[in-house]
Antibody
Framework: QVQLQQSGPGLVKPSQTLSLTCAIYGDSVSSNSVGWNWIRQSPSRGLEWLGRTYYRSKWFNDYAVSVKSRIIINPDTSKNQFSLQLNSVTPEDTAVYYC????????????WGQGTLVTVSS | QSVLTQPPSASGTPGQRVTISCSGSSSNIGRKPVSWYQHLPGTAPKLLIY???QRPSGVPDRFSGSKSGTSASLAISGLQSEDEAYYYCAAWDDYLVRVFGGGTKLTVL
């Protein structure tokens, strides 16, 4: 059974960096058949995919066009986790953030973290 | 602006059948399989349909999916009060503009 455990602050000041971590249990961040994603949900935008990291003999990252200039997703093989960094945040980045696994063979997001409400406010 | 377009709201009475549409393009639905998720605020989204029309184990057969060309739809028959939630379609897009539709809030009257 795969479990994803999120951690990180719930309050970030405008213009600063939002940082979250997703620890993986029951799978490996280096697995060749899945991708590791960050997704957020807000009343104004609904579910919004932010980006992913995945390993296929080497590491790949893809990011949504809307955040591409200020997002970094990094795998950490030593701790079997991956992280999200979103720079220069504004109140519009206030949302519940989820990490999720994409099963490439099955074709869906099958495991999700518990969600972290991040509020951007001074 | 969502690349995958869903109606913002839908409604029905208990026992009715409702359909939620998801309109895309050749860079997403036209080339990639569609999945559907049910989301209740405060919980993680739940997978309802994958590969256009496949149901994972545990999802009632009241939920069904279909796809034609660049559009997909989710049908819920025998509507129940617990079906009141947000519903999202998802499909990878060649240009990574969006993966999820804008979401549809289903109200059971």
């Amino acid at each position: 059974q795969v479990q994803l455990q999120q951690s990180g602050p719930g309050l970030v000041k405008p213009s600063q960096t939002l940082s979250l971590t997703c620890a993986i249990y029951g799978d490996s961040v280096s697995s060749n058949s899945v991708g590791w994603n960050w997704i957020r949900q807000s009343p104004s935008r609904g579910l919004e995919w932010l980006g992913r990291t995945y390993y296929r003999s080497k590491w790949f990252n893809d990011y949504a066009v809307s955040v591409k200039s200020r997002i970094i997703i990094n795998p950490d093989t030593s701790k079997n986790q991956f992280s999200l960094q979103l720079n220069s945040v504004t109140p519009e980045d206030t949302a519940v953030y989820y990490c999720a696994r994409w099963d490439h063979e099955a074709g869906y997001f099958d495991y999700w973290g518990q969600g972290t409400l991040v509020t951007v406010s001074s | 602006q969502s690349v995958l377009t869903q109606p913002p709201s839908a409604s029905g009475t208990p026992g009715q059948r409702v359909t939620i549409s998801c309109s895309g393009s050749s860079s997403n639905i036209g080339r990639k399989p569609v999945s559907w998720y049910q989301h209740l605020p405060g919980t993680a989204p739940k997978l309802l349909i994958y590969n256009n029309n496949q149901r994972p184990s545990g999802v009632p057969d009241r939920f069904s999916g279909s796809k034609s060309g660049t559009s997909a739809s989710l049908a819920i028959s025998g509507l129940q009060s617990e079906d009141e939630a947000y519903y999202y379609c998802a499909a990878w897009d060649d240009y990574l503009v969006r993966v999820f539709g804008g979401g549809t809030k289903l109200t059971v009257l």
